[in-house]
């Protein structure tokens, strides 16, 4: 079979089956709005929060959505994931839910809140080194072998893809239609999952993935429409510091999105700074990627209703307010 002719690995309809399952689980995040903002930029911007989505972050409408699905047996021999933080805490917490055993794998450099958190959920944490180069597929890959478990990546996985989805399709359900969507984007499963249901939910929109200027392999791998790659990004935005996209998000992308931008990491900052002292949001670095592309102009809005999601809100203080300084 031809890719022409493949079906979609992820479709709305798959979108629609995780709402279903995520209902009365997962919160229905408040959208949030700005006078500033919007004459700032020109435009009638919405805030989707998943800074305030169960543990922190938009995380868990996948892993949650991934691990639900299970079968008895494979519930019983537990989950493994690799994370640099917000995906170790979604899938600590669904398997809580679901009292799947879980281990996860982070970089000895992960954030101590991430880590905390994902511990706090009652999940085993194994640590790799990534500055001497160890790979965290491969140490997860081993561990699931091991133990026969399931390995639930933070985004290359079907499921996972059509949780993050749930996102935009509430954010549409909400306000309306939308000319723009803003997604932060690493491994671009949030932002995957948000095109597949923002163009069925409000035809003729322009969805935008926006990753740090520091890891920019999907603007990269857009331009070229070819799969880039790029090594330990240094970046602030440590949700954003995947390597590249993935076999299913690459041609996701490819397929429904229309733009890929960056932002610096002094962008990132100064919409950090707009969102915590203006609008009284908590947002990381990470969440604060698709408000720093609106708010700096990198693409025009002005006249447009524009949608822009927080992805999460998992922040260390001290680091926030070193940034701040």
Request: hydrophobic share 45%; net charge neutral.
């Amino acid at each position: 079979m031809d890719d022409a002719a493949r079906p979609a690995p992820v479709t709305y309809e798959d979108v629609e089956a995780a709402a279903q399952r995520l209902e009365g689980v997962a919160h229905r995040t408040p959208v949030a709005t700005s006078r500033l903002f919007d004459q700032r930029t020109g435009s009638q911007a919405f805030f989707k929060c998943e800074n305030l989505q169960r543990m922190g972050a938009f995380k868990f409408r996948g892993a949650y959505n991934a691990l639900s699905q299970l079968d008895a047996d494979a519930r019983r021999r537990g989950v493994v994931a690799f994370s640099s933080g917000n995906h170790a805490q979604a899938v600590a917490l669904a398997g809580q839910l679901l009292g799947i055993p879980r281990v996860i794998v982070m970089p000895a450099d992960a954030p101590a809140v991430k880590v905390a958190g994902t511990r706090g959920y009652g999940a085993e944490v194994v640590f790799y080194d990534r500055a001497a180069g160890q790979s965290r597929e491969d140490v997860a890959a081993r561990i699931a072998s091991e133990k026969g478990s399931t390995l639930i990546p933070p985004f290359d996985h079907a499921h996972v893809i059509a949780g993050q989805g749930t996102a935009a399709k509430e954010l549409v359900e909400d306000v309306g239609a939308l000319d723009d969507l803003f997604v932060p984007t690493g491994g671009a499963g949030l932002l995957s999952g948000s095109a597949i249901a923002a163009a069925r939910l409000s035809p003729g929109i322009r969805v935008i993935g926006v990753e740090p200027a520091g890891g920019d392999d999907a603007a990269r791998s857009f331009r070229t429409k070819t799969l880039q790659r790029v090594e330990n990004p240094q970046t602030i935005a440590d949700g954003a510091r995947t390597p590249s996209l993935g076999k299913l998000t690459f041609p996701l992308v490819m397929a429904n999105v229309q733009d890929v931008v960056t932002v610096t990491d002094e962008q990132i900052v100064e919409a950090m700074r707009f969102l915590w002292e203006r609008m009284k949001l908590v947002v990381e670095p990470t969440g604060a990627l698709a408000a720093a592309a609106v708010l700096h102009g990198i693409v025009p809005v002005r006249d447009r209703r524009v949608g822009i999601i927080l992805s999460g809100g998992n922040v260390d203080l001290k680091a926030a307010a070193a940034l701040f300084a």
